[in-house]
């Protein structure tokens, strides 16, 4: 089946630096990707959808200048989370559409 | 109130036992994911409903439009069920959320040998 993947898987770093998630679909092309969120012990949220070649949308309260989206080709979008804070730890996960819904396995992120 | 709603909340059953979660959704949808994930956090999607029934394997999944209600049926359950089972519905088209899934929070099984 389609594979989505994600780098990288975790991630640990100091409090003000940048860091970029990447998400890959593997065997297909995804025009459109999403996104979330999730903190321990709730769902996922959603915080961005990702247009290849246009700019992302992004959900309301999810800050488009702190979560920077590129969606450069049809097999890869990036998160960056720039300036990261200790508030920003959490677990983030990407997805593509194709048929049916298929999920990233996620990169857990730590800001010191 | 949540636009999906999952019961119960936590769930512990022994080896063999046959498990039923709950999904009830308010709006209308053009389809409904059941997704599960381990504690590692990778989610796997399980079906894609529109209507009707699916099945793989041990795994049962429901759906009836007209009561906005899905169920997700685990049968001979064993310890490696155990994970978060999350309910997840797309909105029908028309909508500012067209196309977004909206997720329930989610179901802890706990499969005891």
């Known amino acids: 089946g389609a594979v989505v993947s994600q780098h990288p898987s975790r991630v640990i770093c100091k409090s003000g630096t940048s860091v970029k998630i990447e998400c890959r679909s593997l065997d297909f092309q995804a025009t459109t990707m999403f996104w979330y969120r999730q903190f321990p012990k709730q769902s996922l949220m959603l915080m961005a959808t990702s247009n290849e070649g246009s700019k992302a949308t992004y959900e309301q309260g999810v800050e488009k200048d702190k979560f920077l989206i590129n969606h450069a080709s049809l097999t890869l979008s990036t998160l960056t989370v720039t300036s990261a804070h200790p508030e920003d730890s959490s677990f983030y996960i990407c997805?593509?559409?194709?048929?049916?819904?298929?999920f990233g396995p996620g990169t857990r992120l730590l800001v010191l | 109130k949540n636009e999906v709603e999952q019961s119960p909340q936590n769930l512990t059953a022994q080896e063999g036992e046959f498990i039923t979660i709950n999904c009830s959704y308010s709006v209308g949808i053009s389809a409904l994911h059941w997704l599960q994930q381990h504690p590692g956090g990778g989610i796997v999607s399980l079906f894609m409903l529109s209507s009707g029934k699916k099945k793989h394997g041990r795994l049962i999944a429901t759906i009836n439009i007209q009561e906005k209600h899905s169920s997700l049926h685990i049968t001979a359950s064993h310890p490696r069920d155990s994970a978060v089972y999350i309910c997840?519905?797309?909105?029908?088209?028309?909508?500012?959320?067209?196309?977004?899934?909206?997720f329930g929070q989610g179901t802890i099984l706990t499969v005891h040998p």
């Open positions: 997805s593509a559409r194709l048929e049916t819904q298929y």
């Open positions: 997840a519905v797309r909105p029908n088209a028309g909508g500012t959320s067209y196309g977004k899934l909206t």
